[in-house]
């Protein structure tokens, strides 16, 4: 118990240094499943210690969630009041750091028509759409990082009891966030963004001008780079200039596709949990960007209420490079969460991609940015394609082929 007393409190003063690294005198808000309140009394402490002014905690309660979308109607769904929205408007206002608590039970809303889920998505993302430029522009630090919960841990693992798989599931989550009873994960992840750093540097020195993937799964895919597009993945710095980890774990170096040059088909290689629905195998077709085709063998009505949600995403944000042989793929467990899943492996979004990818992408309009081939949408949803037989190979500006993945992994 003490040893997990330990543990806790690192990995909580992690999420506040390295992740969102709160700043002496600001505001923070952390945003969280009910069901991880022990862990985030934790965390809102170690805000205090680090010298947040407040910590404000959101709450949301999934089980609640299940209740609105069974008995709730449609109108009453797709409205998000205004108080919500000023609310919001008062966290970019007042500066506020945020960290993300994601822990969702996968395949909860199994049972809820995709319909209801997609109009409440559609209200929220249009209700908060300066909350999410604020964030995904790096306005302000943010961080998602995952707590488990009983519900989670028993779909990961569903043989054992279930305090043993909440037990299992922190076990797996420590070690894919680097925290040990023995080391200083603070100065671990320093050395960590360094070695991201590096790769990144060496992707944005060959500038390709496309990667083109190929498996024997059956992908092949050829993805334009956006000119002037920027490897990242690491730490990032906010408009502000305050170092950040968005994401824990972390372990992509992530790009901006030109939004009409994707052609060919892409397999995926784990579920996706979409909006508590689970989609297994499946595959998508793309030409000119653009998905013209695609199947699942479960769960096609909600990839369908994905790719369909609206124009944006139909088309890809981001791609990702994660070497097969890294540490999250090595524990082989399916996390049934993108934060992990994707960080085992090569990935693509469906939605909006992030400006930082593009050179002075942050200080552009959306209407600039759209002009560059930038995606825009109200989604941005990841899925994993990457396999352990997987190459990629990058054209550069003068049509030299240059070998990126060899056999799953970074080649240089
Ligand atoms: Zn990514
Ligand atoms: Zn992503």
Redesign the pocket.
């Known amino acids: 118990m003490l040893r997990r007393k330990t543990l806790l409190s690192k990995y909580a003063e992690l999420a506040v240094k390295i992740g969102a690294n709160v700043q002496k005198g600001q505001p923070l808000m952390i945003s969280a499943n009910i069901e991880t309140k022990d862990f985030i009394r934790i965390l809102v402490e170690e805000g205090y210690k680090a010298g947040a002014s407040y910590v404000f905690v959101r709450y949301n309660d999934e089980i609640v969630n299940h209740h609105n979308f069974t008995y709730c109607d449609l109108d009453v769904l797709g409205t998000v009041p205004n108080y919500i929205v000023e609310q919001f408007n008062y966290f970019i206002e007042k500066g506020y750091a945020l960290i993300s608590v994601h822990a969702e039970t996968p395949g909860l809303m199994a049972d809820i028509d995709p319909i209801k889920i997609q109009t409440a998505a559609i209200a929220q993302n249009k209700a908060l759409k300066s909350w999410r430029e604020h964030t995904m522009g790096n306005r302000t630090q943010w961080c998602v990082i995952s707590v488990p919960t009983a519900g989670w841990a028993k779909k990961v693992f569903p043989d054992i009891t279930e305090e043993m798989a909440v037990d299992a599931l922190w076990e797996a989550i420590f070690n894919a966030v680097r925290v040990r009873e023995d080391n200083d994960p603070v100065a671990e992840w320093e050395k960590h963004n360094d070695t991201l750093h590096k790769h990144n540097k060496a992707l944005n020195d060959y500038n390709f001008k496309s990667l083109h993937f190929k498996n024997a799964l059956g992908t092949d895919l050829t993805i334009e780079l956006i000119p002037n597009h920027v490897w990242a993945g690491g730490n990032e710095k906010s408009t502000k200039g305050v170092v950040f980890n968005p994401n824990m774990p972390t372990e992509?170096s992530?790009t901006m596709p030109y939004k009409y040059g994707v052609n060919g088909k892409v397999v995926a290689t784990k579920p996706l949990n979409y909006n508590g629905n689970l989609i297994k195998d499946f595959w998508l077709e793309f030409k000119d960007g653009k998905v013209v085709n695609y199947d699942a063998k479960e769960a096609k009505d909600s990839l369908k209420s994905l790719v369909e949600f609206d124009e944006g995403s139909s088309y890809l944000g981001?791609v990702?490079l994660i070497s097969h042989d890294s540490p999250i793929s090595n524990s082989n467990i399916l996390f049934l969460n993108t934060l992990f899943d994707?960080n085992a492996s090569c990935?693509l979004?469906l939605g909006r991609a992030y400006p930082m990818n593009v050179k002075g992408g942050n200080d552009m309009t959306q209407e600039e940015l759209d002009k560059l081939g930038s995606n825009n949408s109200m989604e941005h949803e990841?899925f994993m394609f990457g396999s352990a037989d997987m190459s990629i190979i990058g054209l550069t500006q003068d049509n030299q082929e240059v070998i990126v993945f060899k056999d799953g992994n970074f080649a240089f």
């Open positions: 992509e992530f981001e990702a994707e990935h979004a990841d």
